[in-house]
């Protein structure tokens, strides 16, 4: 069995919990996503414009899991050096907000989604990211140091 195949069934393998469970994208990193810019803007560098939309693609290792592995995945897999190490836990508290407004516009409890649980969930679900963010970052790295 090809060794990225290996390690996508055995992050499956971790016990979800509840209430954090849901379906996951579980490759949720920037090569995953499509954004789109204003066309009226194609003279500017779209390193410096915003994106006005963006899609969500390659959906093979969807699982039943906490969306807090998708967060952190795309945290540590797609952030520039440095960022994390300044805005780590804004991004934390920005990504809990947003879930709690979400929740609430579609009418669903938020109570057992605490900001206390939220990062409960983000330090069991850290450690279990960890192999997965340094398989995709090893060709990376690799790229790198030659």
């Not at 991004?91 to 409890?109: P, Q, S, T, V, W």
Request: hydrophobic fraction near 40%; charged fraction near 25%.
């Amino acid at each position: 069995m090809r060794i990225d195949m290996q390690m996508k069934k055995e992050r499956r393998d971790f016990p979800v919990r509840e209430p954090f469970a849901t379906i996951a994208h579980s490759d949720f990193w920037v090569n995953n996503m499509l954004f789109k810019y204003d066309e009226s803007n194609s003279h500017m560098d779209k390193e410096k414009s915003c994106p006005t939309g963006i899609k969500f693609v390659d959906f093979q290792v969807t699982a039943y899991a906490s969306p807090v592995k998708d967060l952190i995945f795309l945290l540590f897999s797609s952030s520039e050096d440095g960022l994390l190490d300044k805005y780590y836990d804004y991004f934390l508290n920005l990504y809990h907000k947003e879930f709690i407004r979400i929740l609430a516009k579609m009418g669903c409890d938020i109570e057992p989604f605490t900001y206390k649980h939220f990062l409960n969930e983000v330090n069991i679900c850290g450690p279990e990211e960890f192999a997965h963010i340094l398989f995709m970052l090893n060709p990376f790295v690799q790229i790198h140091q030659t």
